[in-house]
């Protein structure tokens, strides 16, 4: 399967600490990327990495690639009460046409 | 406008109903996607459909039938059911294949089968 595994499963920390989030995968990709999940709600795009790319930055968001590893990593830094989501990690797959989820990562920020 | 909408947010149905769920964006995405969700579960993948094709069936039931009427709007048509479909589902678009960007998500619709 070329679903990530994720790691770990839950975190939970307090206001103003940061959260790093571990994603690990099977096969080659052409991007990786990361979502938040809300509870019940749908998903929100944070983050996309290229293959070529070795980190990248967004706002208090700061992912990195290892390909040689197969693996990414989310950091949130100063983190907030409102940060409090699932966070999965996704790759594509069959050409590009196909995103499959990891098994995601449950925050918990506490204030 | 850079929503996917879905309708309805929630949905309670026999095993013997037949309903569909809904999926519009406007966008001018050509690549619209259905997932499934159960609880405390990553999405999974359904259907693809490239413009307005479908290019990918995850080996999904023939109880689920989507369909796409054109490049805005996409369907999910459901017939006999089981309990254990109750989920939730979503509907995404992106621009093009997945390789090229990311995937805008509808905020889904919740589905209990009785």
């Known amino acids: 399967s070329q679903q990530g595994e994720e790691d770990p499963q839950a975190l939970s920390i307090q206001e103003g600490e940061n959260a790093t989030m571990n994603c690990s995968y099977k096969?080659?990709?052409?991007?990786l990327q990361w979502y938040r999940q809300n509870s019940g709600r749908g998903l929100v795009h944070l983050i996309l990495i290229r293959s070529n790319e070795r980190e990248k930055h967004s706002g208090r968001l700061r992912v990195t690639l290892d390909t040689s590893k197969k693996s990414s990593s989310l950091l949130i830094t100063a983190s907030r009460a409102a940060d409090t989501a699932s966070y999965f990690c996704a790759t594509d797959s069959m050409g590009g046409n196909k995103l499959v989820f990891g098994a995601g990562t449950i925050l918990r920020v506490k204030s | 406008d850079t929503e996917v909408t879905q309708t309805p947010k929630h949905l309670v149905m026999g095993m013997t109903n037949k309903k569909s769920l809904k999926c519009e964006q406007h966008?001018?995405?050509?690549?619209m996607y259905w997932y499934k969700q159960k609880a405390k579960k990553p999405p999974e993948l359904m259907f693809v459909y490239s413009y307005e094709k479908l290019s990918i069936n995850e080996s999904v039931p023939s109880r689920f039938s989507p369909e796409c009427p054109n490049s805005s709007l996409l369907n999910l048509h459901l017939h006999a059911l089981q309990p254990e479909d109750s989920a939730l589902y979503l509907c995404?678009?992106?621009?093009?294949?997945?390789?090229?960007?990311?995937?805008?998500f509808g905020e889904g619709s919740r589905l209990t089968v009785l």
């Open positions: 995404a678009s992106s621009q093009d294949r997945v390789v090229t960007g990311e995937l805008f």
């Open positions: 096969t080659s990709i052409n991007n």
């Open positions: 966008m001018g995405h050509r690549a």
